[in-house]
C-alpha cells in the first residue's frame, strides 16, 4: 500500500514557474514507477511525465521543455518542475504510483493516487 500527499500548487501568472512535490507512505518507494496527471473541468485526466524507480524520465509533447520530473528516494518524494507556464496548464495535478515491467502513461495503469493539488495560471 502506498500513500501519496502532493503539494506546491497554487496561483502563478503566466510565464512563472512552479514546483509541486509528491511524497510517498512506504519503505517500498524506490520500487515504483511515479506518474504525474492533471485534469481540467470538463477534460479527461492526461499525462503529464512520469520517471522510472531508476529515473528514466518521460514527458507529454505539452509540457516538453518547460517540465522536469524528479524524484528523491531518500525522502520518497518525486517533483513536477513546471516553467514558462501557461493559461492552459490550469488543472488539478495528481501524482500517481505503480509497479511496473514497463512505464505506463495512461492513468488507468497506476495503482495508486493522491488528492491532487491545484495549479491555475493567470493570463
Known amino acids: 500500500q502506498v500513500q501519496l500527499v502532493e503539494s506546491g500548487g497554487g496561483l502563478v501568472q503566466a510565464g512563472g514557474s512552479l514546483r509541486l512535490s509528491c511524497a510517498a507512505s512506504?519503505?517500498?518507494?524506490?520500487?515504483?514507477?511515479m506518474g504525474w496527471f492533471r485534469q481540467a473541468p470538463g477534460k479527461e485526466r492526461e499525462f503529464v511525465a512520469a520517471?522510472?524507480?531508476?529515473?528514466?524520465?518521460l514527458c507529454a509533447d505539452s509540457v516538453k521543455g518547460r517540465t522536469t520530473i524528479s524524484r528523491d528516494n531518500a525522502k520518497n518524494t518525486v517533483y513536477l518542475q513546471m516553467d514558462s507556464l501557461k493559461p492552459e496548464d490550469t488543472a488539478v495535478y495528481y501524482c500517481?504510483?505503480?509497479?511496473?515491467?514497463?512505464?505506463?502513461?495512461?492513468?488507468?495503469?497506476?495503482?495508486?493516487w493522491g488528492q491532487g493539488t491545484q495549479v491555475t495560471v493567470s493570463s
Open positions: 512506504g519503505r517500498t518507494f524506490s520500487s515504483y514507477h
Open positions: 520517471i522510472t524507480w531508476s529515473s528514466g524520465t
Open positions: 500517481a504510483a505503480v509497479r511496473a515491467m514497463i512505464i505506463p502513461t495512461t492513468p488507468r495503469s497506476y495503482e495508486y
